[in-house]
């Protein structure tokens, strides 16, 4: 679904997507698009942030506050560090501004379709063995680094027993760097945890979901001991306790 009350720019979205291979629906306002979701929620959302009626940042706020999981691609002329950090905190998935390039924004549809596609072939409603709730999904996929706790089938996470809500971006960097407590996770590789290999995705992303974890997940997110930034290489998740314990020793 595109949600755009710039009709040309509409209607030029449209034949680009239509021309992949895209069942496409148009709507002009923000009330419009979450009409339209509740009815026949669409496999993802091309969102424009200046609409009537309800503006793109209210209509993602409201999708992620109803625990949909929709992908959402949101497009405005406003280019600001300020915006882009609001736009993912909401719970976007990803972010252009305009001027855009059509052809980028058919890639990056792709790309955000493809890795849904991947989480819900890995969801546990596709392995009853793992089924939420389950004595055996919480033993096996809980990750713990210290006091943080990602759990992967609630797709929940909390501190010191606190829980912190995430946007679906954050949740997936967090459980990845989880699974490997102290490994260092370049830009690069935590793109594809966001987005799968694509070269239309950029690390600017990663960065800013970063930021908003340590406000999370961090008592001093400008002095973190948790996410840590390795200098010239990228991030790692690492339990406060033991550079404590190293200190003292």
């Known amino acids: ?6 009709a040309k720019q509409a209607e030029l979205v449209r034949r680009y997507l239509e021309h992949e291979g895209h069942a496409v629906t148009v709507v002009e306002d923000g009330r419009a698009a979450l009409e339209e979701v ?7 959302l091309v969102l424009d942030v200046m609409m009537p009626r309800a503006d793109g940042l209210d209509v993602v706020r409201i ?4 625990d949909r999981e929709i992908p959402v691609l949101m497009l405005t002329a406003r280019s600001t560090e300020d915006d882009l950090l609001l736009g993912l905190d909401l719970g976007a998935d990803d972010y252009m ?7 980028e924004l058919v890639a990056r ?8 596609r991947r989480t819900a072939a890995s969801s546990p409603a596709a392995d009853p063995g793992t089924a939420p709730g389950s004595a055996r999904a919480e033993a096996d996929d809980a990750l713990t680094v210290g006091t943080l706790r990602v759990d992967p089938v609630r797709h929940e996470v909390s ?13 997936r960097i967090l459980a990845a760097m ?3 407590p102290d490994r260092v996770f370049t830009r690069q590789r935590l793109l594809a945890e966001l987005h799968g290999f694509d070269k239309y995705i950029s690390g600017r992303t990663v960065d800013v979901h970063v930021m908003h974890l340590r406000k999370k997940i961090e008592r001093a997110p400008r002095r973190p001991v948790r996410l840590l930034t390795v200098f010239g ?3 790692k998740l690492t339990d406060p306790a033991k550079g404590a314990r190293r200190a003292s020793s």
Not at 109 to 116: F, P, S
């Open 1 to 6: 679904m595109v949600a755009e009350d710039d």
């Open 38 to 44: 509740r009815h026949r929620e669409p496999d993802l």
């Open 63 to 66: 999708l992620r506050a109803e």
């Open 97 to 103: 501004t305009k001027p855009f390039s059509p052809r």
């Open 109 to 116: 549809v792709r790309t955000l379709l493809r890795r849904n």
């Open 159 to 171: 501190v010191g027993g606190a829980p912190v809500v995430c946007t679906p971006g954050e949740f």
């Open 178 to 180: 989880a699974a490997e």
């Open 233 to 235: 290489v990228g991030y």
